[in-house]
């Protein structure tokens, strides 16, 4: 009899627990992960994050506020926070994964795309390749495509503080971040270039401009720059000058690539280019011990 009870509590008590496990799972996980591919090591960084390999996740970081001086700003504010809305994409595949993680790379949207509303960022460019399940199946970067608040310009200091906080909450390889922009992305994509040239691996910015000074500062970073000949916004040949000035320099790994006819929207050529992407991931940083 004290047998027979003792295994009926021992089925209760099962029951229980398998009932507990059910009601407690929650209806979304957190993806775990590890910077190690060796499984029986020791991880020695995890990373818990709501965003889901093969997916694009928006995502949210408080950052401080641009204060601009001019065209671009030129400082941050010590006082004011602003939060900055971003699409992150993991790669479901790590093919192009090194021991050190994932290359990144950052796409910074034109101004018709400003605001708070991240699906005006699927209008074109690598946001909206991804929402394609056969090309998210194999997208080998990381993405990371903040949207710049209304009124607003790229402001590169802000970009970097983005820039931190993606490389210490995910598994990413810096030396390889690579980056990409449109219109008055492409003129952040110079700006970040001038300002952070030790930190990007290759640019290439889409019917985009700006100061040949700047373009004069960047003195090795490859840049293959991408322009419609017709363009009535941002004329072609001001971004021909951007990619001479950097050649002067003594950048021996700048080009433009320019398409007969095609007016401001060159983006969907330029991002249809297969080469560039293999481009991009032959771009590594270089240092000075190597």
């Not at 008590?13 to 590890?34: Q, R």
């Not at 790669?91 to 005006?120: T, W």
């Amino acid at each position: 009899m004290l047998s027979r009870v003792f295994l009926m509590c021992v089925l209760f008590s099962a029951g229980a627990l398998c009932l507990a496990a059910e009601t407690n799972t929650p209806s979304t996980m957190n993806v775990v992960i590890m910077q190690s591919d060796d499984q029986n090591a020791q991880a020695s960084e995890i990373v818990k994050s709501n965003v889901i390999p093969g997916e694009l996740t928006a995502l949210s970081l408080s950052l401080p506020l641009p204060i601009s001086h001019g065209s671009s700003p030129k400082t941050l504010s010590e006082t004011q926070k602003e939060d900055v809305k971003y699409w992150a994409f993991c790669p479901k595949n790590d093919e192009a994964k090194s021991e050190q993680g994932y290359p990144l790379l950052l796409f910074l949207h034109g101004s018709g795309e400003r605001g708070d509303d991240l699906e005006l960022l699927k209008r074109y460019g690598p946001p909206r390749m991804l929402c394609n399940a056969e090309t998210a199946e194999t997208w080998p970067f990381f993405l990371v495509a903040p949207q710049c608040a209304r009124n607003h310009n790229w402001s590169a200091l802000q970009l970097a503080l983005l820039l931190d906080h993606v490389c210490k909450e995910f598994p990413i390889d810096t030396d390889r971040i690579y980056i990409t922009g449109v219109s008055m992305g492409g003129f952040g994509v110079w700006e970040i270039l001038a300002t952070y040239p030790e930190r990007i691996a290759a640019a290439a910015p889409v019917c985009g401009g700006g100061n040949l000074q700047k373009a004069r500062e960047v003195t090795s970073t490859p840049i293959w720059a991408f322009h419609g000949e017709a363009d009535p916004i941002v004329s072609c040949p001001k971004a021909i000058e951007m990619i001479n000035a950097a050649k002067e320099a003594g950048n021996e790994d700048a080009k433009i690539t320019t398409y007969p006819r095609v007016g401001h929207d060159c983006w969907h050529k330029a991002y249809a280019e297969k080469e560039l992407y293999s481009w991009f991931l032959s771009k590594k940083l270089k240092h000075e011990t190597e």
